[in-house]
């Protein structure tokens, strides 16, 4: 394998393409990062949906919907990404099914109430889209292409979760309650989405050298803590961080530490909700296996001549 090449085109600050030489480390993680990645749009769609029939009003479950939908097609998409890197979107699922590849642990949290579907539009795609646009200047070019268009839909969601916290804040006290109960469950899980502290992430450094990932864990944690609490100010809501503090030097807010024992567990299969959210995914997989059997006797029949499309 010509790794000059390789080494030249990230040098160069160009893309590498599904037919370019690659190093099998690097075709290996960015596979595992996309097939994360793509887990995370499918399971994340599981605590949004449960919300659809009990949706506020006929607006917000018209939006909600159409959230859940761009989820998928978020995920199919990203599956496509990561089938050009050699594994098929059945293997990646088993492997989601088996445990073997991860999702993120935000979705292994309970969605309680309407303000906690608000505030994961708000925090929790806010957080995604922090994390993801620097991605969409990834080195590997079918990711970053995902990328630039998942943000461009997911900062209308950012935007819906936050017009839906507005409304909330602004509404009863029973509704200011709700929304702060939401925002004091979710700031920790919504932190946690950019990964553990640089100073425990095995796979940083790498993804840097290689263009993977533009910043770190943490620069990227600061970034949406520097974004959110002005947001949270002006919806008068507080952030649950007795340490949060503007430092005038740094030109950012200090934050207090996050408890890393909790995503450990979560990350390792012990979430909140991990074995409901696996149980349902692998149901419905399981829901949608006489259409894929039909899809795949249909295309054999076509190909034998029997059928003419
Ligand atoms: N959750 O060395 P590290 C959405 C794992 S959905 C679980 O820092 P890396 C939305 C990590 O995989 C989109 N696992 O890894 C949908 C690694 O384990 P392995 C959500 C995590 O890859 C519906 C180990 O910990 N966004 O927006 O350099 C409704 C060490 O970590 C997590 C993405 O999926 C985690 N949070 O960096 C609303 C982002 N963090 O694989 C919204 C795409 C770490 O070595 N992914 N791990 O066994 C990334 O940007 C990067 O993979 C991460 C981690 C920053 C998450």
Redesign the pocket.
Known sequence: MDTNTFETLIAEGKTIEPHDPMPEDFRRSVL??IA??AH??II??QP?GNWISRAPSLYRKAILIAKVQD?AGHGLYLYGAAESLGMDQGEMLERLHSGQQ?????FNYPMLTWADVAV?GWM??GA?IV??VP?SRCSYGPYARAMARICKE?SF?QRQGYDAMRVLANGTEEQRNMAQDAVNRWWQPSL?????PDTD????AR?MAWGI?RHT?DELRQRFIDLCVPQAEALGLTIPDEELIWDAERGHYNSGPLDWDEFWAN?NGAGPCTRERLARRVAAHEDGRWVREAAAAYEHQIENGALVS
């Open positions: 595992r990062q994360q990645h995370s749009e994340g769609m949004e989820e991860k999702y993120s642990t935000i994961m929790g795609d995604a994390n993801q991605l997911e969601h946690m989405l950019f990964g553990p992430s095995p796979n940083t993804s990932k864990n990350v």
